[in-house]
């Protein structure tokens, strides 16, 4: 009996946030097309099970993890150890040849079962400053790929590379008008698109509700979609109310390129794979970080943009009134608008995804003779490559931190 070539099994860690789920798929995707057999590992929060929920062809594995918040300490390293048994039962049952965290608290315990069963093991950081989930998945691993460019000097891993942060094939510019019709919104009428990210943003809801009237009187044009969360929904359409038909109010969005693809100008919350779809939109924005994200992420992923100005950056702690003038400032200036537009080509990786998968398809092969490569792939023997083998420019910035 002849026994058939096996296709290159991929577990991706991902999920805990959209941040880490979306791109996660974006690269599963890419693996699916060559002909990858994927199994994508996520948490039970609601945003990773409707993320999944359309998902053909791939196995999905939901492990118990919570993520480290306060005083939950216990908790959260019974949840990883719970996790970590899960994903090493299920791997040796159908065993990956490499895996990919994500990032986020989802991702510890699967890359940390593969690796024990053998896998090639990939991690990818999409923040500015690593997450503490990656710091420590950074020495367990063989490769790492980051989102910005001055994060190569940020893992303590011989192989690190930037690649960007992969986005989903539907994320690409739209027809503006089509979009605001299909929202039910004048399609000849600016508007400004405020989202805190898949979970919502409570402080970021409060700020522009304080600044809502300010803005809506001093640019009676001005529509507004507004992604609150579930928790502030309520809230949120309460205030927008006498607005009428000028507001579109959502808990959340799946189909985030129409409401992208609809807006004049953003405000939203500085995660990574915010950014990087604001970006492959080209939509200028307003960042507002979240103050309590881990080693201040946020406010510096939000810095690197607003620095080469392809966005505004504006603190939670900002007066409604001055955020209400600064917004309003930026949504009746074309022409600034169309400089931020520009700066952010500089920051979008079109073939992040595609970048990813070819690394885990050359590597992966070698550590697992017999695989099936797709064709086109040549995979190359390891050799060292330092994280500081980067651009020169990479190289002095990251001395000088």
Same mark, same amino acid.
């Given at each position: 009996?002849?026994?058939?070539?096996?296709?290159? &099994?991929?577990?991706?860690?991902?999920?805990?946030?959209?941040?880490?789920?979306?791109? %996660?798929?974006?690269?599963?995707?890419?693996?699916?097309?060559?002909?990858?057999?994927?199994?994508?590992? +996520?948490?039970?929060?609601?945003?990773?099970?409707?993320?999944?929920?359309?998902?053909?062809?791939?196995?999905?594995?939901?492990?118990?993890?919570?993520?480290?918040? %306060?005083?939950?300490? #216990?908790?959260?390293?019974?949840?990883?150890?719970?996790?970590?048994?899960?994903?090493?039962?299920?791997?040796?049952?159908?065993?990956?040849?490499?895996?990919?965290?994500?990032?986020?608290?989802?991702?510890?315990?699967?890359?940390?079962?593969?690796?024990?069963?053998?896998?090639?093991?990939?991690?990818?950081? !999409?923040?500015?400053?690593?997450?503490?989930?990656?710091?420590?998945?950074?020495?367990?691993?063989?490769?790492?790929?980051?989102?910005?460019?001055?994060?190569?000097?940020?893992?303590?891993?011989?192989?690190?590379?930037?690649?960007?942060?992969?986005?989903?094939?539907?994320?690409?510019?739209?027809?503006?008008?089509?979009?605001?019709?299909?929202?039910?919104?004048?399609?000849?009428?600016?508007?400004?698109?405020?989202?805190?990210? !898949?979970?919502?943003?409570? %402080?970021?809801?409060?700020?522009?509700?304080?600044?809502?009237?300010?803005?809506?009187?001093?640019?009676?044009?001005?529509?507004?979609?507004?992604? !609150?969360?579930?928790?502030?929904?309520?809230?949120?359409?309460?205030?927008?109310?006498?607005?009428?038909?000028?507001?579109?109010?959502?808990?959340?969005?799946?189909?985030?390129?129409? /409401?992208?693809?609809?807006?004049?100008?953003? +405000?939203?919350?500085?995660?990574?794979?915010?950014?990087?779809?604001?970006?492959?939109?080209?939509?200028?924005?307003?960042?507002?970080?979240?103050?309590?994200? /881990?080693?201040?992420?946020?406010?510096?992923?939000?810095? /690197?943009? /607003?620095?080469?100005?392809?966005?505004?950056?504006?603190?939670?702690?900002?007066?409604?009134?001055?955020?209400?003038?600064?917004?309003?400032?930026?949504?009746?200036?074309?022409?600034?608008?169309?400089?931020?537009?520009?700066?952010?080509?500089?920051? &979008?990786?079109?073939?992040?995804?595609?970048?990813?998968?070819?690394?885990?398809?050359?590597?992966?092969?070698? &550590?697992?003779?017999? #695989?099936?490569?797709?064709?086109?792939?040549?995979?190359?023997?390891?050799?060292?490559?330092?994280?500081?083998?980067?651009?020169?420019?990479?190289?002095? !910035?990251?001395?000088?931190?």
């Amino acid at each position: 009996m002849i026994t058939p070539t096996p296709n290159l &099994h991929v577990a991706i860690a991902c999920g805990g946030t959209g941040g880490h789920l979306f791109p %996660g798929l974006a690269v599963a995707q890419e693996l699916s097309q060559e002909g990858c057999d994927i199994t994508l590992c +996520v948490s039970p929060k609601e945003v990773d099970q409707q993320g999944v929920r359309g998902v053909i062809g791939m196995d999905v594995l939901t492990l118990p993890v919570v993520g480290l918040q %306060g005083r939950n300490l #216990l908790k959260f390293l019974m949840a990883t150890l719970r996790s970590r048994r899960e994903a090493r039962r299920y791997f040796a049952a159908k065993k990956p040849h490499a895996v990919i965290a994500m990032g986020g608290f989802t991702s510890t315990a699967p890359a940390l079962a593969g690796r024990s069963l053998g896998a090639v093991g990939f991690l990818h950081e !999409s923040n500015y400053v690593p997450g503490r989930a990656n710091r420590l998945l950074a020495h367990f691993v063989d490769e790492c790929f980051v989102g910005f460019p001055e994060s190569v000097c940020r893992l303590w891993n011989p192989r690190v590379s930037h690649t960007g942060t992969p986005v989903r094939p539907c994320i690409e510019p739209q027809e503006t008008s089509a979009c605001r019709m299909g929202l039910g919104m004048n399609p000849d009428k600016p508007v400004l698109l405020i989202m805190g990210g !898949s979970q919502g943003a409570s %402080g970021l809801n409060e700020l522009i509700l304080s600044a809502l009237p300010a803005m809506s009187s001093g640019m009676p044009d001005l529509q507004f979609l507004h992604l !609150s969360g579930e928790r502030d929904l309520t809230m949120v359409r309460n205030a927008h109310a006498p607005l009428g038909r000028r507001s579109v109010v959502r808990a959340f969005f799946s189909e985030m390129e129409f /409401a992208l693809g609809a807006a004049t100008l953003a +405000v939203s919350r500085s995660g990574a794979s915010t950014m990087a779809e604001l970006a492959a939109m080209q939509l200028p924005s307003i960042l507002v970080p979240f103050p309590q994200a /881990a080693d201040n992420h946020q406010y510096f992923n939000a810095l /690197a943009f /607003a620095s080469s100005g392809a966005a505004m950056l504006l603190e939670q702690k900002t007066p409604p009134s001055l955020f209400a003038q600064e917004t309003l400032k930026l949504a009746t200036n074309p022409v600034r608008r169309d400089s931020m537009a520009q700066a952010l080509r500089r920051w &979008h990786v079109p073939d992040a995804a595609r970048r990813i998968a070819q690394r885990i398809l050359t590597l992966a092969p070698l &550590h697992h003779p017999g #695989l099936r490569v797709p064709q086109g792939t040549n995979p190359q023997p390891f050799g060292h490559r330092s994280a500081f083998g980067a651009e020169k420019e990479t190289v002095e !910035s990251c001395l000088s931190q």
